[in-house]
């Protein structure tokens, strides 16, 4: 099962606090339990295997930092804003290279687990606030784009781990 759901103000979203917000979200399944698919979010080994190929450090605690880094984009700077080990894990990531995630040049990624079966989890990314980012409407629909065609990307990948993965 894989949903897909691109979402803002067009549609009447609004975030928490009936402020309004944009985004995509990816929902699917994974052959794992809860434990293991929390550990490809967390592990620097596995965040390389199918998101940040060029390297990942990973401090899964509020206020902890998360770096990706991939050689032809840069290095992104992320901060752990919530953690519920191994249900939920929300950062604030920076939109341009080497900058730190701030007001206006941010956007918000939570992950969000729940075993579905014993042995399979249900994983749901969202990745907000492309609508609070300082662009104009085109570099805005430029950066939801851009996150909708990565993150498709990233949920195959980490797919596959996850089958390949004996644990």
Known sequence: MLEVFRFGEAEGGSGMGGEPHDGVRFEFEVDAPIARAWSYLVEPRHVRAWWAFDGAIVDARPGGRIEHRWDEHGRYLSIVDEVDAPRRLTYRTGT?????????????????????????????????????????????????????????AAVVLLTGLAASDEG
């Open 96 to 152: 341009l290279p080497d900058a730190e995630p701030v007001a206006g040049a941010q956007t918000r990624v939570r992950f969000e687990l729940a075993e579905v079966v014993p042995g399979r989890t249900r994983i749901r990314v969202t990745e907000d606030g492309v609508s609070r980012l300082d662009l104009d409407e085109e570099g805005r629909r430029i950066q939801l784009d851009a996150a909708a065609q990565a993150w498709d």
